[in-house]
């Protein structure tokens, strides 16, 4: 959030606890027993009055390169009586971190959202990088339980391509478009 995390007024704050971490164990839901042996984990955190009425956010981290992981928020943000859209963009590669925020001046210079599907052209500086969802199941949080949902991503600099891959799982929320 950058220094909009500072703000003690703000409607809802956003934190990122870990954007990939190494999972050991199991999980019991419902008498159905979960293993995770050489798995992978994301944590978050949201807290504060309300949620944005309009955000688009997804994360993956199962690429073919175990080092990628990806977070995409952009939301419709109520500040000081007026909104502003509010972007955070994380693409964490082989130890480096991209980052790409409102507070940075990162752009969005493509954005088509619909359909369970969201495609995102974010630009900062040199850098640019472009994201496309899709989910093939839909439920009334946007967020599919049993259905594939994908995520493909290209980091370029200089208008040379970097970085190019597919995420297999996915975690996908559509609330809304941010085009009125």
Known sequence: MGFFGY?????CYHGVVS???FLEGQLTLNETTIEF??????AEKDWG???????????SNHFSDITT?????YADIPFMGRHFQGLIVNLLYQGKEYRFATYNGAKITLEQVGDGRAEYRVKRGRYELEL???S??????AAPRDGLMIERIRLFHRGK????????????????????
């Open 7 to 11: 703000l003690g007024f703000m409607e």
């Open 69 to 73: 992981s990806v977070l995409f928020s």
């Open 49 to 59: 009055r309300s949620f944005p009425k309009a955000y688009v956010w997804f994360q």
């Open 132 to 134: 496309l969802v899709a």
């Open 37 to 42: 042996h050489h798995s992978k984990g994301y």
């Open 161 to 180: 391509l970097v970085y190019e891959d597919l995420g297999t799982q996915a975690g996908i929320e559509i609330m809304k478009s941010h085009k009125a």
């Open 136 to 141: 093939t199941v839909q439920t009334e949080l």
């Open 19 to 21: 954007m990939t971490h």
